[in-house]
């Protein structure tokens, strides 16, 4: 696509409750990001990936993350048993490669209440 | 602790103002600095830069890095009231390579 596609834009799900995102990166990017934003901060960076590998997960904050990209093209970030404090932005990125500029998806919202 | 420093962290100005943002890093083994203008959209690149002193220009908006002293300046000239939003620095190492370490922003809002 012509850019960085996330769906839902906005999700809000009650605590307790599991959500999945998703996020359609540009095609032929190799390396794709998510990202968690709060209000007022900067992005916080969760996972990578190049192609189908996970290669890097040390930002996801807790088990009840996880995210996967199969084919090497899609990607879902997973959240189990919502709490409140996962209620943020997570944004989704792609790149060309890896030491190349990324571009984000406009993003879901994720409120849980 | 790698990290990013932005500054100031909010400002205002008058359409027709010139205004310099700052972004300062501690980054091991430093690879490249990225600029992003975010709206209510998604963070829109701006410019990356990975050598010192070379300036990149991009209509009223320039940008600078300075390896030595560890900061790169944005500049953006005859602002416009489009040019209000959040301003944001990231800075990759070639440690892992796998993250762009984000600054807080600036909010620059321009005023008619």
């Known amino acids: 696509g012509a850019g960085v596609s996330q769906s839902p834009r906005y999700k809000v799900t009650k605590r307790g409750q599991d959500v999945a995102l998703r996020c359609d990166p540009i095609?032929?990017?190799?390396?794709l990001y998510w990202y968690r934003q709060a209000l007022g901060q900067g992005p916080e960076f969760l996972t990578y990936f190049n192609y189908e590998a996970q290669q890097d997960k040390s930002g996801l904050p807790n088990d009840r993350f996880s995210a996967e990209r199969p084919e090497g093209s899609i990607s879902t970030l997973t959240i189990q048993r919502t709490e409140q404090r996962d209620s943020a932005m997570y944004r989704c990125a792609s790149s060309l490669g890896r030491q190349l500029e990324a571009f984000f998806g406009q993003g879901t919202r994720l409120t849980v209440v | 602790e790698d990290k990013v420093v932005q500054s100031p962290l909010s400002l205002v100005v008058h359409e027709g103002d010139t205004v310099t943002l700052n972004c300062s890093y501690e980054v091991t083994n430093f690879r490249s600095l990225l600029w992003y203008k975010q709206e209510k959209k998604a963070p829109t690149f701006l410019f990356m830069l990975?050598?010192?002193?070379i300036e990149k220009k991009s209509g009223r908006l320039s940008s600078i890095l300075d390896k030595k002293e560890l900061f790169s300046i944005l500049n953006i000239t005859a602002t416009q009231t489009g040019d209000s939003a959040v301003y944001l620095c990231a800075v990759k190492n070639s440690n892992t390579g796998n993250q762009f370490y984000f600054g807080t922003g600036t909010s620059l809002t321009v005023i008619p």
């Open positions: 990975t050598s010192s002193g």
């Open positions: 095609s032929g990017h190799v390396s």
